[in-house]
Nanobody, 124 residues
């Protein structure tokens, strides 16, 4: 079992920045690829970013490339999502997820563990 706890969400104006954190506990963190997903009201959960077990490869949704950065520190059992130039349409609950095997996926169904989510609200 892996427990994931997100933090760092909040209210920000359009164009602003937020840094989300996801702290993991339980099994060996570097056995897992980590992903960030988001879900807006009335919409399906969508992929945002992912990072392989050693940080060697990262993946982003086209909509966030160049504005969001995913990173991890295996010594701290933590993954971050730095979000810049935020847009109102990016208002959503942001979820952290862990995938066994260490290699990323953009599919939410391929992740094994999920956090409870953190709300990000971007005002116009």
């Amino acid at each position: 079992q892996v427990q994931l706890v997100e933090s760092g969400g909040g209210l920000v104006q359009a164009g602003g920045s937020l840094r989300l954190s996801c702290a993991a506990s339980g099994r060996t963190f570097n056995n897992y690829a980590m992903g960030w997903f988001r879900q807006a009201p009335g919409k399906e959960r969508e992929f945002v970013a992912a990072i392989d077990w050693n940080g060697g490869s990262t993946y982003y949704a086209n909509s966030v490339k160049g504005r969001f950065t995913i990173s991890r520190d295996n010594a701290k059992n933590t993954v971050w999502l730095q979000m810049n130039s935020l847009k109102p349409e990016e208002t959503a609950v942001y979820y952290c997820a862990a995938r066994e095997g260490g290699y990323s996926s953009t599919r939410s169904g391929s992740y094994d563990y999920w956090g409870q989510g953190t709300q990000v609200t971007v005002s116009s």
